[in-house]
């Protein structure tokens, strides 16, 4: 399969990526990897040189969309049924892809029982490390999963911004979550300063890495990253495809370094930030984007079956 734009008698040269992956790469107008969408590294890359991307990663592996919505502080129980209730008939049998509503915790167990029997999943969105205790306000990860989640938001911004989540908790309620069962969907994303500053990858890595401080292949076997650029979300600000696709090859490439490249290549990575119904064929489209979690667009049942339904 050629990418678009690529032009046939072209020749073409394979090599290995630093994230481990494999690229081929034919004659055009491109300058260096990060504008044919190869994250930079020790490898062997001629300049100037012209190249445009032809293939990425391995024909062999197969990751199913997960298209998942971030309700925040909205919706109670029986608003939480209302919107499934309009929801299910828009999205169908989801073939191919999963559909999935981190909710309240006060909406997980109704956000449930009106889901069963969809294969739309309901999460929480936070829990605590510690199986019990006195930790006023929290929820552990058994008490979410016996509500009836089956996925949980880890490390989100606001989290890390309102809360001090730090690296260590996240990496402690990913461990929590994993030992109950659950999908842990752990954030990471870098602020507009730290973008500006040139830090992006740096503050990427150290997040990620301190995440999977201990976690092995087999722990990471469900595990589900969302790259957020802290600042798009909710601002209205999104960034590019090809920004976001950056992003998501680099953090394949820590993961590949971390898990192996096996376990990289199995493990889904989502965007987050200001996704809409108009962008989000665009970004899904990218080769390393596995998906997206979804804000505002998440609280009406139309605009996130259209994300749902972004290919068809």
């Known amino acids: 399969m050629r990418a678009q734009g690529a032009r046939k008698g072209l020749p073409a040269i394979v090599f290995l990526g630093r994230n481990g992956l494999l690229y081929a790469i034919q004659v055009a107008r491109v300058q260096s990897p990060a504008q044919a969408g190869?994250?930079?590294g020790p490898f062997f890359w001629p300049r100037p040189m012209s190249c445009n991307l032809l293939a990425r990663g391995r024909d062999n592996v197969s990751r199913t969309p997960f298209l998942a919505?971030?309700?925040k502080m909205y919706k109670t129980g029986p608003e939480a049924v209302a919107f499934i209730e309009a929801f299910k008939p828009l999205v169908g049998n989801l073939s191919g892809?999963?559909?999935a509503l981190g909710v309240p915790a006060t909406a997980?167990?109704?956000a449930a029982q009106a889901a069963a029997g969809t294969g739309i999943l309901i999460g929480a969105q936070n829990i605590w490390y510690e199986k019990e205790g006195a930790y006023t306000g929290e929820i552990s990860a058994a008490m979410a999963k016996a509500a009836g989640a089956g996925f949980v938001i880890i490390g989100h911004s606001e989290r890390r911004q309102y809360y001090g989540e730090t690296d260590e908790w996240v990496n402690k309620k990913l461990?929590?979550?994993a030992a109950e069962g659950l999908v842990p969907v752990v954030c990471v994303g870098e602020s507009l300063a730290e973008r500006e500053s040139g830090s992006t990858f740096k503050v990427l890595e150290s997040q990620l890495r301190?995440?999977?401080d201990g976690i092995t292949p087999e722990i990471a076997k469900p595990l589900v990253i969302a790259y957020e650029p802290v600042?798009?979300?909710g601002t209205g600000k999104t960034a590019t495809a090809a920004q976001a696709q950056e992003a998501h090859a680099f953090l394949r490439g820590v993961l590949a370094k971390a898990l192996g490249t096996q376990s990289a290549d199995a493990i889904r990575i989502l965007y987050g930030g200001s996704v809409k119904p108009d962008n989000a064929k665009a970004l899904l489209s990218?080769?390393?984007i596995d998906g997206a979690l979804v804000g505002g667009a998440a609280l009406k049942p139309d605009s996130f079956a259209q994300i749902v339904n972004f290919d068809k």
């Open 38 to 40: 190869i994250p930079d």
């Open 69 to 71: 919505g971030n309700w």
């Open 97 to 99: 892809r999963e559909a």
């Open 108 to 110: 997980i167990f109704q």
């Open 175 to 177: 461990k929590a979550a």
């Open 210 to 212: 301190g995440a999977l």
């Open 231 to 233: 600042w798009a979300i």
């Open 286 to 288: 990218e080769a390393d």
